[in-house]
């Protein structure tokens, strides 16, 4: 399930850029984060994508929202221009980011390749 985060959520659950200067995650597992606004149509045709995605790699990868509207001082500290934006989190190691409307498979080989994460197992 996708969790919506607003600055304080985030800051408790993925980096606390208030305390640190360098980039330390605060999660235990690997997360995607969609910076995403309502008036957004390519973000409207990413949005299911990453529903599904956070399904199909449940106790995986952890999916996160971010509203780029409510929450504009998480947009300017990572420099977000462009949305679509998503955020590829490792447990370890750099963030990388990635801009615009990926297809499924695009993004299953994203997390596959940036957070080397495989697809979900099904049962």
Not at 27 to 49: N, S
Not at 51 to 67: A, R
């Amino acid at each position: 399930m996708v969790e919506h985060l607003t600055k304080q959520t985030f800051l408790e659950k993925i980096f606390n850029f208030e305390k640190n200067t360098e980039w330390k995650y605060e999660g235990t597992l690997t997360a995607v984060i969609d910076f995403w606004a309502e008036w957004c149509g390519p973000c409207r045709t990413v949005g299911p994508i990453i529903d599904e995605l956070s399904e199909e790699y449940k106790g995986k990868v952890n999916f996160f929202k971010i509203d780029t509207e409510a929450e504009q001082e998480l947009s300017a500290a990572f420099g977000i221009r462009s949305i679509p934006s998503l955020l590829f989190v490792p447990v370890n190691g750099q963030p990388k980011m990635a801009t615009g409307a990926y297809p499924k498979e695009d993004l299953k080989n994203i997390i596959a390749q940036e957070l080397n994460v495989t697809g979900a197992v099904i049962l």
